[in-house]
């Protein structure tokens, strides 16, 4: 059997490698190293994949996701709602910018945004939610989008997890993950579904007067060159990772079939067992692109499994480990214990098992025979 990895770069890579080396030979050679013809090749095409009108390339996903918010003409002072177990970038940008975050619950069984608490935790001063698609899943949107209406709110969702899942409406119409709200954003790190060979990040909008907006202000706040209209940053996506990410985005649909592949036949190994919840997928298939694999534990240590798991040469991941509302730069006064009841649970009891696009049979076999093992051995 292949060494377990966590994610598997390297032989993801193996197929592609000559398109990749004759792409970056070509980048070299032109000395197109800054918004060269790769990085609107790569914008065009995934406009395209993604079947929306704007797709603005930018340094990474947490400026993607301040770049959104500086869009939307906030003032200092205005609630940002997001949730409580997700990775930091969200609250560190609506910090960043002197909004306030207010963070809610998530459901315990699709872990994305709980719909009361969203509900409850809207007030005046609301002005954006953030969805979150965490692990790969869309969030509810048919409801954070009812809510946005109702109050008024604007949506930016944050698809780092969940780039090519589809959501189905009621009505039965879909669309991609992140081109639902009024902005989506993604991170291509490398370990992310579509993953660059370094950084990279994209804001992706229908709206054509945000487009403008956002394009200049990951450019300066530049329209022409050296006048300043509006306060910007400086955030591009390099044509080397625009030309790896536009060979990439070809095989995204395998690589995400492949991931949901495993995740099934993980299920079929690990379901029905007591000490285990293998995850909920709320909509169809398409709607989860399993970035992660996440089981919720029960009734064990979980520090046991992970050490079992170690001694085995499986590796596995906690994401994550410590809610946002209990991390040291986010505690606040406004926060209530008693709000968080599912991300305090989860962030005891989640762990990630391997999941990538490389994975074959015989690996996910062994682990989920050696966490049946684990389990055994406890009663
Ligand atoms: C990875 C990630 C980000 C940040 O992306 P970077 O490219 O690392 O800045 C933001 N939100 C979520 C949910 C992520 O998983």
Same mark, same amino acid.
């Given at each position: 059997m292949k060494k377990i990895n966590m994610v598997?770069?390297?032989?993801?890579?193996?197929?592609?490698?000559?398109?990749?080396?004759?792409?970056?030979?070509?980048?070299?050679?032109?000395?197109?190293?800054?918004?060269?013809?790769?990085?609107?090749?790569?914008?065009?095409?995934?406009?395209?994949? #993604?079947?929306?009108?704007?797709?603005?390339?930018?340094?990474?996903?947490?400026?993607? #996701?301040?770049?959104?918010?500086?869009?939307? +003409?906030?003032?200092?002072?205005?609630?940002?709602?997001?949730?409580?177990?997700?990775?930091?970038?969200?609250?560190?940008?609506?910090?960043? #910018?002197? #909004?306030?975050?207010?963070?809610?619950?998530? +459901?315990?069984?699709?872990?994305?945004?709980?719909?009361?608490?969203?509900?409850?935790?809207?007030?005046?001063?609301?002005?954006?939610?953030?969805?979150?698609?965490?692990f790969g899943q869309v969030a509810n949107m048919e409801e954070v989008m009812r809510l946005a209406k109702k109050h008024n709110l604007s949506i930016i969702e944050d698809?780092?997890?969940?780039?090519?899942?589809?959501?189905?409406?009621?009505?039965?119409t879909k669309k991609k993950a992140g081109t639902i709200g009024n902005i989506g954003t993604t991170s291509f790190f490398p370990s992310k579904n579509l993953g660059a060979y370094g950084d990279g990040g994209a804001i992706f909008t229908n709206d054509d007067s945000l487009a403008i907006k956002i394009r200049g202000i990951v450019n300066h706040g530049m329209y022409k060159r050296y006048h300043h209209d509006i306060v910007g940053i400086n955030s591009r996506l390099d044509s080397i990772q625009a030309a790896i990410l536009d060979i990439k985005l070809k095989y995204l649909d395998d690589y995400n079939h492949s991931r949901k592949k495993s995740a099934l036949k993980y299920t079929n190994l690990l379901k029905n067992h007591p000490n285990i919840i293998t995850p909920f997928i709320a909509g169809d298939?398409?709607?989860?692109?399993?970035?992660?694999?996440?089981?919720i534990l029960k009734d064990c240590v979980r520090d046991d499994l992970v050490e079992y798991l170690n001694l085995n040469k499986i590796p596995c991941g906690i994401y994550y480990p410590i809610p946002l509302h209990k991390q040291k730069a986010y505690q606040n006064k406004r926060f209530n214990e008693d709000d968080f009841t599912t991300t305090n649970l989860l962030s005891k009891s989640v762990i990630s098992l391997p999941m990538h696009t490389e994975l074959d049979? +015989?690996?996910?076999?062994?682990?989920c025979k050696k966490i049946n093992f684990f389990f055994n051995g406890l009663k």
């Open positions: 598997d770069l390297a032989n993801q890579y193996k197929p592609i490698a000559n398109k990749i080396h004759d792409a970056i030979n070509n980048i070299i050679e032109n000395t197109s190293f800054i918004n060269g013809p790769s990085v609107s090749s790569f914008q065009k095409n995934l406009e395209s994949y #993604l079947e929306v009108k704007h797709v603005i390339p930018c340094a990474n996903g947490t400026d993607a #996701l301040q770049v959104a918010l500086m869009s939307l +003409d906030l003032e200092p002072g205005d609630e940002i709602i997001t949730v409580d177990f997700t990775f930091a970038s969200t609250v560190e940008v609506i910090a960043l #910018l002197n #909004l306030t975050p207010i963070l809610v619950d998530v +459901d315990p069984d699709t872990f994305n945004i709980n719909i009361n608490s969203l509900e409850s935790a809207i007030t005046k001063k609301s002005k954006v939610i953030i969805p979150v698609h965490l698809t780092a997890q969940a780039i090519g899942a589809n959501y189905k409406f009621d009505d039965g298939e398409d709607s989860h692109v399993f970035h992660q694999y996440t089981l049979d +015989d690996q996910i076999e062994f682990i």
